[in-house]
Nanobody, 124 residues
Framework: VQLQASGGGLVRTGASLTLSCAQS????????TAWFRQAPGKDREFVSV????????TYADSVKGRFTMSRDDAKKVVYLQMSSLKGDDTAIYYC??????????????????WGQGTLVTVSS
């Protein structure tokens, strides 16, 4: 199973952007999927996670109310809708999946499948 993150780009402060994480390979199963990000010179941090059923999502405090995670299992894609973007949101965004049963978690070590990352740059 592979993950392909896309949708990053250069946007202005206050703009919106939607990232996609496409799952391919193997027999499709809707996994618990999360987004993490890493800004230049900083550690990777949790952004959001969605349950395998898509009925619940958890967000980091820094993005709560601005970011929305969703999934379309028919398309095998998980989305991260980002709005009111700020300079602090500038980072490489990675999607990650956990191919096992369990509850969504914010711990990066829980996820064993990672996409390659997509760069989001927010300029003023």
């Amino acid at each position: 199973v592979q993950l392909q993150a896309s949708g990053g780009g250069l946007v202005r402060t206050g703009a919106s952007l939607t990232l996609s994480c496409a799952q391919s390979g193997g027999t499709f199963r809707p996994y618990i999927t999360a987004w993490f990000r890493q800004a230049p010179g900083k550690d990777r941090e949790f952004v959001s996670v969605i349950s395998s059923s898509g009925d619940s999502a958890t967000y980091a405090d820094s993005v709560k109310g601005r970011f929305t995670m969703s999934r379309d299992d028919a398309k095998k894609v998980v989305y991260l809708q980002m709005s009111s973007l700020k300079g602090d949101d500038t980072a490489i965004y990675y999607c990650a999946a956990a191919p096992r049963d369990g509850s969504p978690t914010i711990a990066a070590g829980y996820y064993t499948i990672w996409g390659q990352g997509t760069l989001v740059t927010v300029s003023s």
